[in-house]
């Protein structure tokens, strides 16, 4: 987290403007100043003067999805990001101890427009279980065991139409929601370390297989390899690899998400690779953030994470920078293409996927309405604030829907969970693919998802 002399400086730069308030999700759910960006700088204001952490305030932060949209719509350049990261490192480790309290009020709904208010105690609990489970893929791919049970007995489908999950738990009940089918025997086998170049070898790149990317979408994993392979890339992926801090960033957990990074970064050092190409854009966009993160680091950490940070690519900010070579095959459909936010608004990464796309024999790109709001995924926020990320979700349905396309592109594997369940909720359905996915099945003349 930057010193507070440095939030300072970064917080003065608002000038109150409010362009950012049409572009914040938050705002556009509640018109509540106070789950603005503009309101949240103004509660960071007031706590570096020396206010109180209240529950209240607390709450605030704790609703903003982090999607970064407000950035984009900033004329001034604020670094809203080093603000909100600093935000919930505080509430964080207030946690409990605040001097405020917040209404007892349940998740489980918007209260007529106002925003729902949560119940701390719970939430802490859930924090726990989701930190304690989610950045660790062996025990993920075990508790999803039971999952598998109850999808091919139906059983998830029975308590899908039942409240009692959310009464019992909203963590539960937003899971039992989002999670996917279950992965098939072949797909789920680990990738090779070492994946050769097809062709002449152009570059040697490392690859983040991430944690519930390599759990619930490993298809997705192998598709990336053999797109970089195709391109002449030799494609290593570290036996090693853990998860890489992203999820436990973006939520306030700082010690948490620089010993991830730690890990990360000394495993592909070893590794000794080029560039570093990642395919979920949450990953990638918290390892571009390395060196912010271990900046006051001891041992030579920061000058470690500066250089990491550097050879980090999105999978199609790299195929942009190296030059696509192999030959795409026809794929005839249309597809929607979604913006995750970290993608989008984080890595300013918009271009590329596109015209990645675009370049495909056959294929028909459209765009969804109002791109830029974020979907409600936006890490583990579907799960802590399930009546809030309901609402963008049906709102990006809508949108994705109007399209008209058979198909949705997307570069996050959030987003993926969060859009096909919000379509599924209307009664409807839609293919979901990731981009490495489309490309992959162009370049190897298969059926896309075939």
């Not at 939430?123 to 999803?144: G, N």
Request: aromatic share 4%.
């Amino acid at each position: 987290m930057q010193d507070e002399n440095t939030l300072r400086e970064v917080a003065k730069d608002c000038v109150h403007c409010g362009f950012c308030l049409p572009a914040c999700p938050t705002y556009q759910l509640w018109a509540e100043e106070m789950d603005s960006p503009r309101g949240r700088i103004y509660l960071v204001n007031q706590i570096l003067d020396g206010a109180e952490l209240t529950a209240a305030a607390a709450e605030h932060f704790d609703r903003c999805l982090g999607c970064m949209a407000c950035m984009t719509a900033c004329p001034s350049g604020v670094q809203y990001d080093q603000l909100i990261e600093a935000a919930r490192v505080w509430t964080e480790e207030a946690s409990g101890g605040f001097g405020g309290t917040a209404s007892p009020q349940e998740q489980g709904g918007s209260g007529g427009g106002r925003p729902p208010r949560g119940n701390r105690a719970r939430d802490r609990i859930a924090r726990a279980a989701i930190f304690s489970l989610f950045p660790y893929p062996k025990r993920l791919r075990a508790m999803t065991a039971p999952l598998r049970v109850a999808q091919r007995t139906g059983i998830d489908r029975r308590l899908g139409r039942s409240s009692l999950p959310g009464r019992l738990s909203p963590v539960l009940g937003a899971a039992l929601r989002l999670a996917p089918p279950g992965v098939p025997a072949a797909e789920a086998r680990p990738l090779p370390g070492r994946v050769p170049a097809l062709g002449t070898r152009r570059a040697v790149v490392g690859m983040l297989t991430g944690c519930v990317q390599s759990v619930f979408f490993p298809r997705v994993n192998a598709a990336t390899a053999r797109v970089l392979a195709a391109e002449g890339c030799d494609v290593i992926i570290p036996r090693g690899q853990g998860c890489c801090g992203a999820l436990s960033l973006h939520s306030g957990r700082e010690a948490e998400a620089s010993a991830f990074a730690r890990r990360t970064i000394a495993t592909f050092e070893q590794a000794g690779v080029d560039a570093v190409v990642v395919n979920s854009a949450g990953c990638g966009s918290a390892m571009k953030e390395y060196e912010r993160l271990l900046h006051g680091a001891e041992s030579g950490w920061a000058e470690r994470a500066a250089e990491m940070s550097g050879k980090v690519r999105d999978l199609t900010e790299f195929l942009a920078e190296l030059g696509p070579t192999a030959p795409r095959h026809p794929l005839p459909v249309t597809a929607a293409y979604h913006d995750a936010c970290h993608l989008a608004h984080a890595q300013r990464i918009t271009r590329q996927p596109r015209d990645l796309l675009r370049a495909i024999p056959g294929l028909t790109l459209v765009e969804v309405p109002d791109a830029g709001t974020c979907c409600g995924s936006a890490g583990v926020y579907n799960l802590l604030q399930p009546a809030a990320a309901g609402e963008l979700g049906a709102r990006k349905a809508e949108s994705v829907q109007s399209t008209g396309a058979p198909l949705l592109i997307s570069a996050n594997p959030g987003c993926s969970l969060q859009i096909a369940s919000a379509v599924a909720e209307r009664g409807q359905d839609i293919a979901v693919a990731h981009t490495a996915e489309v490309l992959d099945a162009s370049i190897r003349g298969r059926p896309l998802l075939g």
